[in-house]
């Protein structure tokens, strides 16, 4: 197990550096650059002054130039600074990556407690008025785009009912109810467009598990419904569930880059949206960088998660 973990982790680095390097000459080959857009507001300035700017900022010299300076910058924990602000990336992100990872999980874990419970009791009432209902909502959360779901919550409350959800941010240290009151409603939106999927594959995998011959056997020797779903099925059912999990969790993190905006969230995606704007190339890379790393490691989880569930599965 460790040597496969070591293994991961090594191919992980190369995916992330491509990762790094795309964005970082994507972010440059865009028409139009911060240069540009901090000298809008000086109606005075000259191209001396661009030039000036871009030597200070160190984007007259060519990509891989460029990119071969931040990673020797990165590898010393160095992000860079905002050139708008000036505030060091690495201090924006270590305030704003917990608000989004929370809110993440939060969407996730909202998203499974709706999407494992009725895609089980989908299976095994098959066909059923429960099983079309259930369907139904999984097409539904698939088709509904999220964003647009959030601004019908935030709008048509006040016009009808005079109530909108908060938009405020409060931290738990003001509150804790408070807190999760305010994360509760974009969590829950971002989560069932979530379920949709992980229903649909629990559906899927509980059905087939269910016709085994080992299940027929379970069922012949007098144990209840109860038993052998949790015992014989769930387990050989999840796996690839779990992949499916695995997969929403960088969903989840991409689905903050609005939901974020809409309620006025102080985390990571509002933060990278403003920076898109704003050509801030030291910002964009520094949230590429710390997504794509939990991203991948997420996926690593995933992959040692199976042996934990099912015995067979050896990585010696």
């Known amino acids: 197990m460790q040597r496969y973990f070591a293994q991961r982790v090594m191919l992980a680095i190369p995916t992330i550096v491509i990762v790094m390097f795309a964005t970082f000459a994507m972010v440059r080959l865009v028409p139009g650059d911060v240069v540009q857009l901090i000298l809008a507001e000086n109606p005075y300035a000259t191209e001396e002054d661009a030039q000036a700017l871009r030597e200070q900022l160190g984007l007259t010299d060519n990509i891989p130039v460029q990119f071969t300076r931040y990673v ?5 924990g160095d992000m860079g600074e905002s050139p708008w602000t000036g505030r060091s990336i690495t201090s924006e992100l270590r305030t704003r990556l917990p608000i989004t990872l929370e809110f993440g999980m939060l969407s996730v874990v909202l998203g499974l407690f709706v999407a494992l419970p009725v895609g089980v009791v989908s299976a095994i009432r098959q066909d059923t008025a429960i099983d079309y209902i259930s369907r139904s909502f999984a097409i539904l959360a698939l088709s509904v785009p999220y964003f647009f779901t959030a601004t019908l919550l935030v709008i048509f409350p006040v016009v009808w009912w005079g109530w909108s959800p908060p938009l405020t941010y409060v931290t738990w240290t003001e ?5 999760l009151y305010y994360m509760f409603f974009p969590a829950l939106l971002l989560g069932v467009n979530l379920s949709g999927s992980v229903l649909r594959m629990t559906r899927t995998m509980v059905l087939e598990v269910m016709r085994q011959d080992y299940i027929r056997t379970a069922y012949a020797k007098g144990l209840r419904e109860r038993t052998v779903l949790v015992r014989h099925a769930m387990k050989n059912a999840l796996i690839p569930v779990i992949t499916i999990i695995g997969l929403q969790v960088g969903t989840a993190l991409s689905g903050t880059l609005i939901i974020e905006t ?4 102080p985390g990571v995606g509002r933060y990278f949206i403003g920076a898109i704007l704003a050509r801030d190339y030291p910002s964009i890379q520094g949230v590429v960088l710390v997504l ?15 042996a934990a569930i099912d015995p067979r599965i050896s990585y010696s």
């Open 262 to 265: 809409i309620f006025n969230m």
């Open 72 to 76: 020797g910058r990165l590898v010393q």
């Open 292 to 306: 794509a790393t939990v991203v991948v490691f997420v996926n690593l989880a995933v992959d040692l998660i199976y």
């Open 175 to 179: 509150g804790p109810l408070d807190h």
